[in-house]
């Protein structure tokens, strides 16, 4: 360390460095380098110091030392809590090095993490410092009320409390009891949609007036960490769901061929053992061939349901266009199916994904909605398919609690497609589905080979 000037001459090139001095402190260095084009001399240093006293200038008028200082912390706080949200595979540690972070950074006496539930309560888990003990990994409060969490939980948007004794619901009165005086909180978002809240507080004065503006930084790692795992759980939780259709699936056909097609086979092996009996006696055997015959068709049909359920012989056959109108036709139920007579055909997966679209959404209305009328519409455009299956029913489906759209949304997913699902209750239900496919020209040409 040194208070005046320091040249470094060599190799053909010179360096000159002059140091930055803040409110009569070391703050930083001004540096300049040239080559042999350039000589050096006390000039250069005259010009370089009193460059470094503008740029020192500027550091105090536009900021203090320490929130430059501040500044380059959080910079490196920052920087390593995104590393650790990159590196972990360890959520909670995160979380507790966030909380932790933000804590000493903003010199609060406590720091929390939480999440907003279905049922209008906040649970609490990461935490830091002595508020922070107050509401323990895993406390579940009502969210109501005028406290920070309460605030977020109602508007969605950055909250503070500057008079916590004065706001009102069960985490304001425990945290008042604590010793709270003030507090900041910014929300947590996950795919768009409100999910949690960071906060801060503090036993002292009100917290400084850029308190979210900096919490909202490390809020937003937070967001991205959280979006990962529930993205990754999600896939899990599909990949589960899937493998259980598939078992359903088997398990379904097994019992329908067990107590459908075999007890009709057995039927028909009795009719033709009492036809042989007869021929052997002379009698006339007209009777129980009839009987046998009756008993096969019956087989026949019978294999051809369950057919349909895995994948109708019509789709590979026909494709889509024909294939939906069949199933339109054998609903039992009205249905208004908008579909041109020359739809191209799709890859095999997508067709049967999108039959299964409308068999679902016609299931749906037959069983749930309470609808008269089912209006099935099916487009191709430059992306892909488009389905929208709307009823006039009385809405309110939620795939929360039906396996079938569950599953619905599992299925395309797995082919690369999509579904929305609108169904206000009292308004009917909209079902809006997007499959991956080849353009309109492709298509074409693949339906007319």
């Not at 050096?40 to 929130?67: C, H, K, M, W, Y």
């Not at 051809?304 to 609903?331: F, K, M």
């Not at 099935?376 to 029913?393: K, L, N, P, S, T």
């Amino acid at each position: 360390m040194t208070d005046g000037p320091v040249w470094k001459i060599g190799g053909g090139r010179w360096h000159l460095g002059v140091p930055l001095r803040a409110r009569g402190k070391l703050w930083g260095s001004v540096i300049a380098s040239g080559d042999g084009t350039v000589q050096p001399s006390a000039f250069t240093e005259d010009r370089l110091a009193a460059f470094g006293g503008v740029i020192a200038a500027a550091v105090v008028n536009g900021r203090t030392v320490e929130e430059v200082d501040r500044l380059v912390l959080e910079q490196d706080s920052l920087r390593y809590v995104a590393e650790k949200v990159a590196a972990s595979t360890d959520p909670d540690e995160v979380f507790d090095i966030v909380v932790r972070e933000v804590g000493i950074l903003s010199g609060v006496q406590g720091a929390k993490l939480l999440r907003y539930e279905t049922d209008g309560t906040a649970t609490f888990f990461a935490g830091w410092g002595p508020l922070s003990g107050t509401l323990p990994t895993g406390t579940r409060l009502p969210a109501r009320g005028t406290s920070v969490t309460g605030r977020i939980w109602a508007t969605g948007v950055p909250s503070r409390v500057d008079d916590y004794p004065s706001a009102s619901g069960p985490v304001a009165k425990l945290l008042t009891s604590a010793g709270m005086k003030s507090a900041v909180g910014v929300p947590i978002r996950v795919n768009g949609q409100l999910w949690g809240a960071f906060a801060v507080g503090s036993s002292d004065a009100p917290l400084p007036p850029d308190t979210e503006q900096h919490l909202a930084k490390y809020a937003g790692l937070v967001s991205s960490l959280i979006g990962n795992l529930v993205a990754r759980q999600a896939l899990l939780d599909s990949r589960v769901r899937l493998v259980h259709a598939a078992d359903s699936t088997r398990q379904r056909i097994e019992r329908d061929l067990h107590d459908g097609v075999q007890q009709r086979l057995i039927a028909a092996k009795m009719a033709a053992s009492l036809a042989a009996d007869l021929v052997r006696t002379g009698e006339d055997p007209r009777e129980a061939l009839v009987a046998l015959d009756r008993r096969l068709s019956d087989a026949i049909e019978q294999l051809r349901d369950i057919s349909r359920g895995i994948h109708p012989s019509i789709l590979s056959e026909g494709g889509l266009e024909p294939a939906l109108r069949s199933l339109a036709r054998r609903a039992g139920f009205p249905v208004e199916l908008n579909i041109d007579s020359d739809f191209p055909r799709l890859e095999p997966f997508l067709e049967g994904a999108a039959y299964f679209v409308v068999s679902e959404a016609i299931t749906n209305a037959i069983k749930h909605s309470r609808a008269s009328l089912i209006t099935i519409r099916v487009r191709q455009d430059q992306v892909g398919v488009i389905i929208i299956a709307q009823d006039d029913g009385v809405g309110g489906a939620d795939c929360a609690h039906g396996s079938g759209l569950t599953g619905l949304i599992d299925r395309l997913e797995a082919v690369g497609g999509s579904l929305r699902i609108s169904s206000p209750i009292g308004d009917g239900t909209t079902l809006v589905a997007r499959l991956p496919g080849p353009s309109i020209h492709e298509g074409s040409r693949r339906g007319q080979e």
